[in-house]
């Protein structure tokens, strides 16, 4: 009976009375983590909300592989996503969970969204490719989706990581890298040789015959502070555990060619020379622990991992057959580098070793063979509002007359590119990692220019620069983004305004009163 009533839950949720428009006080598109606290920080404000999520699960990375949080400071965590994390503790017998296990994450999500009561999830709901944003002047007045079900109401949400409901409501948007010239940002644009995640000795990028090897791009890098359109890269965050009754070893891919590693195969000989010891795991692989279990997130580490440099450029502005194609291609490199690792001759016996006793976790993401739900698209399009946060936003000018969060993590981008050297070597380029001090987030990065739209938010791809979003754009930050989004929604509908005329000091207040952090007094 339980089951069937799961079914029937299920059901309910993925099916839509087509023809007929559905109406909700908020709309929200994307049911990330960010989208899952916006939607409940507006019911709790005593408003009806649908969230709208393309895929099968909520929570986007928060329970698609990364649960080592990007916190920064956690002193400056607070609200709604705080409340996630302590739910987290509860679930392991203690106080507050800062890594909790993606199905455990999930099942939190879940579990606010029903407390909620007026919140209304729609799994399996994509919105139309094309002509999928109705407007009339300045208000998106519908949405419809791939599967024809179409939702109206007065406030809309764009909380996906692509900014598809924001790219169609006609907003202005941009992507990749800014010139250093443009915001006056000396960290934007073409970057220097950063000090993490390169090669620090040589290693050349062409086979005995003068061929490029693979995973190298042929366009030469660029001017240093010179804008382009490339993004940083993605990739999976696997979730991977040493338990042998828990691991499924890693399986030899239908398409695997070792030579697509050939420039890897390169480095580890050269590491082993240059540092006299073979590497270990943890300098091609960055595993954290999570939850206290025998289980890991790995991420990227080092010149050649699990970041797919390069092969993300396409992706913001790509059609939807096309991110398919994006996610597959992800899936298969890093099927077949951890295949690499763990098998090929060339790789040293130890660091071998180490890396094989880790298979998949055959107690996470088990509708999707195990493997997580969500490629980790860490920037994509991000708005441009009437107020765009800029470097000097998150190193000088620190305090802001409509906060509504902070931030601390500091400024993270991946590398962007793979290129060669005049001296014929292999280098990335566009890692950047500077610290920050914590620094208040204001109301206006969820807005689009008044002139463009007047009921919509955009808590996720938010008008930020490269250099900015690239401090701003993890997990906590999203969350508590999110919930302003929901407070200011019901201020609002209240007062009949738009969001742009919400009273950003009432709206501080109210947040305030829900435990949101709005300062920062060093320890």
Not at 259 to 275: D, G, I
Not at 326 to 353: C, G, N
Request: glycine content about 8%; aromatic content about 10%; charged content about 25%.
């Amino acid at each position: 009976m339980k089951r069937l009533l799961q079914l029937a839950a299920l059901l309910l949720l993925t099916s839509t009375a087509f023809g007929q428009t559905k109406k909700f006080d908020v709309v929200v598109y994307g049911g990330t983590a960010g989208g899952v606290m916006t939607a409940v920080a507006a019911a709790r404000e005593g408003l009806n909300v649908a969230v709208l999520e393309p895929g099968k699960h909520l929570g986007g990375m928060v329970t698609g592989g990364l649960s080592r949080t990007d916190f920064g400071k956690k002193e400056v965590i607070g609200g709604i996503a705080l409340e996630f994390y302590k739910r987290a503790g509860k679930k392991y017998g203690r106080d507050i969970e800062w890594m909790p296990e993606p199905r455990v994450a999930e099942a939190i999500l879940n579990e606010m969204i029903q407390e909620a009561k007026t919140v209304t999830v729609f799994l399996n709901h994509r919105l139309k490719e094309k002509g999928g944003v109705k407007k009339q002047g300045t208000q998106v007045i519908e949405i419809t989706m791939e599967n024809g079900a179409r939702f109206a109401g007065p406030i809309f949400a764009d909380a996906s990581y692509e900014g598809d409901l924001m790219a169609q409501a006609k907003v202005d948007f941009t992507w990749g890298r800014e010139s250093s010239a443009q915001y006056g940002e000396s960290l934007a644009g073409v970057r220097p040789k950063d000090r993490n995640h390169q090669f620090d000795f040589p290693v050349s990028a062409y086979d005995a015959n003068k061929r490029l090897l693979p995973e190298i791009q042929k366009e030469p890098r660029g001017e240093i502070g010179a804008g382009d359109r490339k993004v940083q890269a993605y990739n999976y965050r696997m979730i991977l555990t040493d338990d042998p009754a828990n691991r499924i070893p890693f399986a030899k891919p239908a398409s695997y060619n070792p030579k697509r590693f050939e420039l890897l195969a390169r480095f580890l000989p050269e590491f082993v020379k240059q540092k006299g010891r073979a590497p270990r795991m943890n300098e091609i692989l960055l595993p954290a622990q999570i939850a206290g279990k025998q289980k890991w997130d790995f991420n990227n580490r080092g010149p050649f991992s699990t970041d797919y440099i390069g092969k993300s450029w396409d992706y913001p502005n790509a059609s939807y057959k096309r991110r398919a194609e994006i996610w597959q291609d992800h899936k298969v490199y890093t099927e077949e580098l951890f295949y690499f690792l763990t098998t090929d001759p060339r790789v040293p016996k130890e660091t071998q070793a180490e890396i094989a006793q880790f298979g998949l976790a055959r107690d996470e993401f088990t509708d999707n063979n195990h493997w997580p739900y969500q490629l980790y698209v860490r920037e994509a399009r991000r708005l441009v509002g009437d107020y765009v946060v800029v470097q000097k936003d998150i190193q000088t000018e620190l305090t802001k007359p409509d906060v509504i969060a902070m931030g601390s993590y500091n400024s993270d981008s991946h590398n962007v590119q793979r290129y060669v050297t005049p001296e014929g070597d292999a280098q990335n380029e566009g890692n950047m990692e500077v610290a920050v001090t914590p620094y208040q987030i204001p109301y206006r990065v969820l807005l689009p220019k008044k002139s463009q739209a007047t009921n919509l938010f955009v808590p996720v791809c938010f008008s930020a620069s490269h250099v900015t979003y690239s401090t701003l754009r993890m997990e906590p930050q999203y969350m508590m983004i999110g919930q302003a989004a929901g407070v200011a929604a019901k201020m609002a509908l209240e007062k009949k305004i738009t969001v742009q005329e919400v009273d950003t000091k009432a709206l501080k207040t109210k947040l305030l009163q829900q435990g949101a952090v709005m300062d920062w007094v060093k320890p």
